[in-house]
């Protein structure tokens, strides 16, 4: 009977082990450290020998491991990973990584000065350098009647606006960075469902949504350094957000054109509001304090960056963003999906 459970075990480890471990060093001593006694008995029986667990370890394998990019330093530096690793094991108590059974502890990461990345909200991998050559004064001239109501609808939600921040440029940028990430998000789901509904592909313009929410919300991280929003500040975001969430969602779903259209009009005054900003600066009237690291780090800044600088990428992110939205509001015009236009995917 013994022989037959041992065999039994083994099978069962052997094909659990392919699917649910990886193979990084902290997995293999999780296991090891509960390789003995207890884990013999748990498999084996209370006769299992040493030799049996170390063959457990060895059959403890790969599938779901990270890839070479996620082990090594941000730099490609594989001298400075190795002393910030070294640094961690000789201080565990600055590690704050956790130990998992299930093998997805994320991996730590370091720049290529040898400190460890200290960013969870995203990995070094989604950093880029914005483009900030891009044409700033474009603009959609509305013609048709849908557009017409597009650009006046965004013209009439900018009046209250002005009326609550006047030129507090940052409180505004805060504001607006809470709303402007909502039309990506919407849009990436709906074409998301969409996509699995009709079982097809969706040209890569779920990605390209995705990517503009989440480089909307990396804005308002940055911001969030800046300017800290008063309680009432805080509220007003909870019910425009709220508000605006559902409108977009069915709007979006009555006619993705129009919504499309809507966001680049919005887009365009985030342009507009980004300019003003920027004078405020020059102008000395908003001090131009040293940039948040977090922005440095998000879109490749020098160390000197100011926060300037961070108005200045933030804006060509939004001119990139005007240009997408309006694009696809243009393909849909023009009687086609989405799906039979290349997404313009990636920031990089």
């Known amino acids: 009977m013994m022989p037959s459970r041992v065999g039994g075990s083994m099978i069962l480890v052997r094909q659990l082990g392919l699917r649910m471990f990886s193979t990084s060093s902290s997995a293999v001593a999780v296991v090891r450290a509960v390789s003995g ?110 557009d017409k109501i597009a650009y006046w609808m965004v013209k009439l939600l900018r009046v209250p606006t002005d009326i609550f921040f006047q030129r507090r440029y940052g409180c505004r940028a805060m504001m607006l960075e809470t709303v402007a990430a909502v039309p990506g998000m919407v849009g990436g789901m709906l074409l998301h469902l969409r996509s699995l509904r009709r079982f097809e592909h969706s040209g890569g313009w779920v990605r390209a949504l995705l990517e503009e929410a989440e480089n909307e919300r990396m804005h308002l991280m940055t911001f969030m350094e800046v300017t800290q929003p008063r309680w009432y500040e805080r509220a007003l975001v909870i019910t425009v957000q709220g508000i605006f969430f559902n409108a977009y969602f069915v709007g979006y779903l009555l006619s993705p054109k129009f919504a499309h259209r809507v966001v680049g009009y919005l887009e365009e005054e985030a342009i507009h509001s980004y300019t003003e900003f920027l004078k405020e600066l020059d102008n000395g009237n908003i001090e131009n304090v040293p940039a948040p690291m977090i922005a440095k780090d998000y879109w490749r800044l020098p160390p000197d960056a100011t926060l300037r600088d961070v108005v200045m990428v933030v804006r060509a992110d939004e001119a990139h963003h005007r240009d997408v939205n309006h694009f696809a509001s243009d393909v849909h015009y023009q009687g086609m999906d989405l799906k039979q236009t290349p997404a313009p995917v990636g920031y990089h």
């Open 37 to 146: 006694a207890q884990f013999n008995d748990l498999l084996f029986g209370s006769r299992s020998s040493s030799a049996a667990s170390e063959t457990i370890v060895r059959f403890l394998p790969v599938r779901m491991a990270s890839t070479s990019a996620a082990t090594a330093s941000v730099g490609g530096n594989d001298d400075e990973s190795s002393k910030g690793k070294a640094s961690a094991a000789a201080n565990p108590s600055d590690s704050n990584q956790m130990t998992s059974y299930w093998g997805v502890a994320p991996r730590r990461l370091f720049k290529e000065d040898g400190s460890e990345w200290r960013w969870s909200c995203f990995r070094p991998w989604d950093t880029y350098m914005s483009d900030t050559t891009i044409d700033l004064k474009k603009h959609h001239a509305p013609t048709v009647f849908l």
